[in-house]
């Protein structure tokens, strides 16, 4: 199995950037797909990004496509979600997320994470 641990969260301005990193414990990290959600004040927790178990699939949510760029290191055990041009609605908890399984395309369901981390706190100023 695998832990998540993110960071990188904090306060930024609107139109400004922030990278958050995911280290997982655990030797089959490679194996795993990963997904980043987020969660704001009174909604749903909800799909952000993902990658597949070797870095050659991603898959986002349409309101992050051309901001948002997911990417890992397997030989670190570290998934990325770089945030450019960031707005007051990207404010939330983002959790990193692991699934089991070698799939071509990551998945982007809630229930198809088994494991997640404790979340960082990103906050966009306007």
């Known amino acids: 199995q695998v832990q998540p641990v993110e960071s990188g969260g904090g306060l930024v301005q609107a139109g400004g950037s922030l990278r958050l990193s995911c280290a997982a414990s655990?030797?089959?990290?490679?194996?795993?797909?990963m997904g980043w959600f987020r969660q704001a004040p009174g909604k749903e927790r909800e799909f952000v990004a993902a990658?597949?178990?070797?870095?050659?699939?991603?898959y986002y949510t349409d309101s992050v496509k051309g901001r948002f760029t997911i990417s890992r290191d397997n030989a670190k055990n570290t998934v990325y979600l770089q945030m450019n041009s960031l707005k007051p609605e990207d404010t939330a908890v983002y959790y990193c997320?692991?699934?089991?399984?070698?799939?071509?395309?990551?998945?982007?369901?809630?229930?198809?994470?088994?494991?997640w981390g404790q979340g960082t706190q990103v906050t966009v100023s306007s």
């Open positions: 990658i597949n178990w070797s870095g050659d699939s991603t």
């Open positions: 655990g030797r089959t990290f490679s194996s795993y797909s």
């Open positions: 997320a692991a699934a089991i399984g070698r799939f071509g395309v990551p998945p982007s369901g809630r229930s198809e994470y088994k494991y």
